[in-house]
């Protein structure tokens, strides 16, 4: 039996390109599966599958790829991503806030 050792939802691409190699690099192998087609949907199997007997080492090795990675992303630009995040997540809160407050004046103008 197989276990899947790392999701590919919502991943880059540069990110999983770096487990590959990592896991490359180990000699372990594995196999990827594809979102599919029911993944719009919330349904995602997509992810690095690996057999039973590698799974310590491949969990190993993604754990240790996942540590430099994150530090290689906070060090390229620690206030960029969290400042620009805020500034999406205003903005779509805003824009929320401005149509729900347009639909309500429009549904009580047209019930008068």
Do not use: C
């Not at 180990?26 to 007997?53: F, M």
């Amino acid at each position: 039996m197989s276990k899947r050792i790392f999701k590919l939802k919502f991943v880059p691409n540069d990110e999983a390109n770096g487990a590959r190699d990592a896991l490359e690099q180990a000699g372990i192998q594995y196999y990827e599966t594809p979102a599919g087609y029911l993944s719009s949907i919330g349904l995602n199997s997509a992810g690095l599958w690996v057999a039973n007997e590698d799974e310590v080492a491949a969990r190993t090795v993604i754990e240790d790829f996942q540590k430099v990675w994150l530090e290689k992303i906070r060090s390229e630009s620690p206030s960029e991503h969290s400042a620009s995040k805020r500034a999406d997540r205003f903005m779509f809160s805003l824009l929320l806030f401005v149509a729900v407050l347009a639909i309500t004046i429009l549904y009580i103008i047209n019930t008068k």
